[in-house]
Every structure is written in structure tokens, then in C-alpha cells.
Nanobody, 122 residues
Framework: VQLQASGGGLVQAGGSLRLSCAAS????????MGWFRQAPGKEREFVAT???????KYADSVKGRFTISRDNARNTVYLQMNSLKPEDTAGYYC?????????????????WGQGTLVTVSS
């Protein structure tokens, strides 16, 4: 199983980016998929998760600004990020879990992508 994240880059504060994460390989066991981020010197933190049927959950810090979605036919999960702030700067990682519920703990994810860097300038 491989997760390939893309879409990161440099953007000014207030701007938008859309991250994508495509899964390949034996994906039939995937249920929840999620996005996490890790800034330099900080621990990896939960951003958003989506179940196979489309239920979602967000970290308070991104609620109302970020939207997670998925296309099951394409085995792809997206993260639309609007109104970006400098504190959103981090490496963003997608992950896939065999659990069917909304999963916020990193330890409950089975597969991880390589990460894509988002830099928000002030």
C-alpha cells in the first residue's frame, strides 16, 4: 500500500491550497482516512478525518477553514485549506486506517504518506 500526497507549496496568509492523497495497492481494507501535520520542533497533530461514508471531524484550529473529502472510486482524499495562517505552516501527512469510525489518534492509522510541505507567509 502506498499513499502519495501532493499539493503543498508556498502561499501568502489568507490564501488557499488543496492537498491530495492518492492510495494505491491493496486499498480494499481502508476505512477512515485522515490528515495530520507536523511543524518543526513540534509533535504530529491531528487535522481532519473522514470515514468511508463521508462523516468528518476537524481539529478546532482548522474548523471552518479546512474541508476534508474523499473520492472512493479514485482512492483519493483531499484537504481544501482556505484562509491559511502562518501557524498552518507544517509538513502535512495523509494516513489510512482500517477503523470505520472517525479516527483522530495517529496510532490508529495503519498506513502513512510521505508528506507534503505547506508554507504560509505573513
Amino acid at each position: 500500500v502506498q499513499l502519495q500526497a501532493s499539493g503543498g507549496g508556498l502561499v501568502q496568509a489568507g490564501g488557499s491550497l488543496r492537498l491530495s492523497c492518492a492510495a494505491s495497492g491493496r486499498t480494499f481494507g481502508f476505512n477512515a482516512m485522515g490528515w495530520f501535520r507536523q511543524a518543526p520542533g513540534k509533535e504530529r497533530e491531528f487535522v481532519a478525518t473522514v470515514t468511508y461514508v463521508g462523516s468528518t471531524k476537524y481539529a478546532d484550529s482548522v474548523k471552518g477553514r479546512f474541508t476534508i473529502s474523499r473520492d472512493n472510486a479514485r482512492n483519493t482524499v483531499y484537504l481544501q485549506m482556505n484562509s491559511l495562517k502562518p501557524e498552518d505552516t507544517a509538513g502535512y501527512y495523509c494516513a489510512a486506517s482500517k477503523f470505520s469510525s472517525l479516527v483522530v489518534r495517529p496510532s490508529m492509522y495503519d498506513y502513512w504518506g510521505q508528506g507534503t510541505l505547506v508554507t504560509v507567509s505573513s
